[in-house]
């Protein structure tokens, strides 16, 4: 079976209000790219994948007339995807919402949602932390509550999901560099807050025995930013475990938490107009729990420029580029 994550930048914006894909000339949210060219590039990543279930990132709305399920089940007619049923989670107010799209006939996918006031609450409510370490709780909130799925394959194996897009570090807002320190700060407590509440979820989840699946944009990884140091570990780390715990499983990641020298793999691009330059970053992540590493065959960034297969394909590289600012990321199980 074939998972895969994959953040499709304003994928909303490529949708009418009668959830209908927007094959025109009209700009979309990608710089210089109209939204025919858009779907058609995302519908061409999604054909290559080939995927048995795709976590989407940034999924079309659900608001008055729009429908999440509608416009991604209609995307996947469109370009003849074997994952053509759609579910999704809490919504949200983002116009980003987080959907799986699965394929029926091997698989069933419900949004089953855990948690309690009184245990680890619910991924729409709110989480007491002291963040600040002032001896006084603070609530966070999830802008975008991570998708829980109960997974069912057509052979009887169950698997937990927990599809998540976590909050992001950068200081949108930010009038100087005083103001930009700051807020990158509060950024970066809440985003670890919102690790470890997804952490305790997973060990509810491994204290039972349940296989679990953690899948996603972290918007973090080990490394990435110099307040790192002053926090001690990345979200990323928080949700993998410790060593001694109940650990999952993300080579990627681990090359993050390993590697001393030498560059690490990316799944995003973002230009940078100030510096005149492209940033690349490991952002996307697939982790499995200790039961299934043994089963798990071939983790795989879809990269045009460091996958060497898809860089040797013209037509598959130009519409990773044209399609989004991150690259999906496939794990290949055997379940």
């Given amino acids: 079976m ?6 499709v930048e304003w994928f909303n914006f490529l949708f009418d209000k009668q959830n209908k894909p927007l ?9 210089q790219t109209s939204r025919g060219e858009q779907l058609a590039a995302i519908g061409a990543v999604f054909q290559a994948l080939d995927a048995d279930a795709v976590l989407i990132i940034e999924a079309p709305d659900t608001a008055k007339t729009r429908s999440t399920v509608t416009a991604l089940e209609a995307f996947a007619a469109d370009n003849n995807l074997r994952a053509n049923r759609a579910v999704v989670g809490f919504r949200n107010e983002t116009q980003q919402q987080i959907a799986l799209l699965y394929d029926p006939t091997i698989l069933s996918a419900v949004h089953d949602p ?26 966070v909130r999830f802008s975008k509550p991570p998708l829980e799925i109960a997974l069912e394959t057509s052979e009887g194996r169950k698997l937990r ?10 200081p949108y807002g930010a009038k100087n560099k005083d103001e930009e320190t700051r807020i990158s700060i509060e950024n970066r407590r809440k985003q670890l807050a919102q690790c470890i509440w997804v952490r305790q979820r997973v060990e509810g989840h491994l204290a039972k025995g349940e296989d679990v699946v953690v899948l996603g944009d972290f918007n973090d990884g080990p490394g990435l930013d110099e307040y790192e140091r002053l926090f ?3 979200g990323v780390e928080i949700v993998l475990g410790e ?4 650990c999952l499983y993300d080579p990627h990641a681990r090359m993050g938490q390993t590697r001393r020298f030498g560059g690490l793999p990316t799944t995003s691009r973002f230009y940078i107009s ?10 996307d992540y697939i982790m ?30 130009e519409a990773l580029l044209t399609a989004s600012d991150h690259f999906p990321v496939t794990l290949d199980i055997d379940i």
């Fill in 2 to 7: 074939r998972l895969a994550t994959y953040n």
């Fill in 274 to 283: 100030r510096e005149k330059r492209f940033l690349g970053a490991l952002l």
């Fill in 232 to 234: 001690g570990r990345s």
């Fill in 288 to 317: 499995v729990s200790e039961k299934l590493r043994p089963l798990a065959r071939n983790w795989r960034i879809w990269h045009p420029f460091e996958d060497p297969q898809i860089y040797k394909t013209p037509l598959l590289r």
């Fill in 23 to 31: 094959f025109d000339d009209a700009p979309s949210k990608r710089y």
């Fill in 161 to 170: 999901l927990i599809g998540v897009h976590a909050k992001s570090k950068a």
């Fill in 114 to 139: 855990q948690g309690s006031a009184a245990d680890v609450p619910s991924f729409d409510g709110l989480y007491h932390i002291d963040l600040d370490v002032d001896g006084a709780g603070d609530a």
């Fill in 243 to 246: 060593e001694g715990e109940d």
